[in-house]
């Protein structure tokens, strides 16, 4: 069975452009979420995606933004962004997210702001 | 709000056991896990508690108390390659994937 699956890798981009990170979950699972991790502030929630609809958001402002697809899979964007925005980008999927089902998660995007 | 707090780094001997406690404050409780993360890697599932109590899985234990907003993960013989960051997440809300991370505990196990 595949993992979660994050593309790309790693990307660099400059200060005022945006990116779109991918992730594609465990096949069955249907509960996306997202994380940011850095050094300072450890991993912090995003957003989480069920059914194409965000069911929980984390305090990022609004240049973070996320969609879910019909087949689960989910994309990450973030405009205009910021030399603070550099960190890995980690999703994590779950078969509905509730009750004692642990997320599994992806080997990540390393996001690097020039 | 909501905080969580664990030790920043450990260090124990291969074949030991070790305790890596966990406290948190958040707005409501739906369970407690614990994430292991090698550098460099995904975190992995360890282990979930929801009631008081201790959940016992191989070389893993974890331990709950709800009153006291208490987690601890135990480690027993200990190998080289349980030397990673410990990870202790909160679930705040009754559905989803509402959570909380404590900063990690970097455990490093030595010869």
Redesign the interface.
Known sequence: KAG?TQTPRYLIKTRGQQVTLSCSPISGHR?V?W?QQTPGQ????LF?Y?SETQ??KGNFPGRFSGRQFSNSRSEMNVSTLELGDSALY?C?S?LT????Q???????TRLSIL | GQNIDQPTEMTATEGAIVQINCTYQTSGFNGLFWYQQHAGEAPTFLSYNVLDGLEEKGRFSSFLSRSKGYSYLLLKELQMKDSASYLCAVRGDNYGQNFVFGPGTRLSVLP
């Open positions: 979660v509960s979420s994380y450890g991993l912090q929630f989480e069920f069911r929980n980690l994590a779950s997210g509730t009750e004692a642990p997320q599994h998660f992806g080997d990540g």
